[in-house]
């Protein structure tokens, strides 16, 4: 007896589904009007840059949603490194299909490798930290989940999936329940068990979430000298999160010892695609 789809499976259906009906594949009126030279064929996707691969599974879906005959090999998974000239994938199947579907499925590989390569580098900059790298919900509308494995195939942590998660207290909800103790309060009585974060833009609201009991404090735009001074008065008791503009640049500025998580929304809204190419090899 077959599994049911998860979640996040059926999530993935629903996003190829949209690109594919976007792009009218079944209605190319390039590729429909060569049919009578259809055959099967093996096609190659190629590194032309350096970089870390995701997005495999979501390519492979969206070959297969249009064609259940098309095989892809895999020879650089999700998470594997590659260098300029390394064959990612190899692709079997009619050619017409391989043709009609490339561009969605190479969309999809193309800006996941981005992702994850780019988490890569800032992962590669806090090796020598204890500090860990957080994702944000800055993600692409509809691309979450997609973009946020890209970013565990990087080496980095996912924070929230969604606003279910956990309770995450920002400046706009302080301003809407009046303080950060009010919030807190509230949240405990409607939702007593979920986890509770809260963004400080100083350190008497970090005093005031500590004296809350809340579980992790997000330390927004603060110098290195007041995340050291956030880290004194915290004396461990909860887990600290940096987060605000944080760059390649500066990060590791921010990797002050005893600063548990730094969260970084460049990784899903400031990526550059991986250069990777698709290329009909020779028939079968």
């Keep these: 007896m077959d599994k049911a789809p998860t979640y996040e499976e ?35 996707v ?9 997005g495999v599974e979501v390519f492979t879906a969206a070959f297969q949603m249009i ?12 998470g594997s490194a590659v260098k300029k000239g390394d064959t990612v994938l190899e692709i079997e199947g009619k050619e017409s299909s391989i043709l009609k579907v490339e561009r969605t499925a190479l969309n999809f590989l193309q800006r996941l ?18 500090a860990s790298l957080l994702d944000t919900r800055k993600t692409t509308p509809g691309m979450r989940y997609l973009e946020k494995k890209a970013v565990k195939d990087g080496g ?14 920002k400046d706009n909800h302080i301003k809407m329940a009046g303080s950060i103790s009010t919030a807190v309060k509230k949240i405990k009585e409607k939702f007593p068990g979920k986890k509770i974060e809260v ?31 956030a880290v004194k008065i915290n004396n461990h008791r909860v887990k600290l999160e940096v987060s605000g503009n944080i760059s390649l640049e500066n990060i590791e500025e921010k990797a002050v010892e005893g600063i548990d998580f730094i969260s970084v929304g460049a990784l899903t809204h400031s990526f550059k695609s991986l250069d990777l190419s698709l290329n009909i090899i020779h028939h079968v």
């Excluded at 590194?47 to 995701?54: R, T």
């Design 10 to 44: 059926k999530l993935m259906r629903q996003i190829v589904e949209l690109a594919l009906w976007e792009d009218r594949v079944r209605e190319d009126v390039t590729t429909n009007s060569l049919m009578e030279y259809d055959r099967k064929v093996i096609a190659a």
């Design 67 to 78: 064609d259940t005959e098309i095989s892809v090999k895999v020879f650089k998974g999700d």
């Design 46 to 54: 190629t590194a032309k840059e350096e970089g870390v691969i995701s």
């Design 156 to 169: 980095g942590t996912n924070h929230r999936m969604n606003l279910e998660d956990m309770a995450m207290v």
């Design 199 to 229: 963004e400080v833009k100083n350190l008497k609201e970090l005093e005031e979430a500590l004296s809350m009991g809340v579980d992790i404090v997000m330390l927004d735009n603060f110098s290195t000298k007041l995340l050291r001074e």
């Design 113 to 130: 490798s981005g992702i994850a390569t780019l988490t890569q580098k800032f992962v590669d900059k806090l090796k020598s930290y204890s």
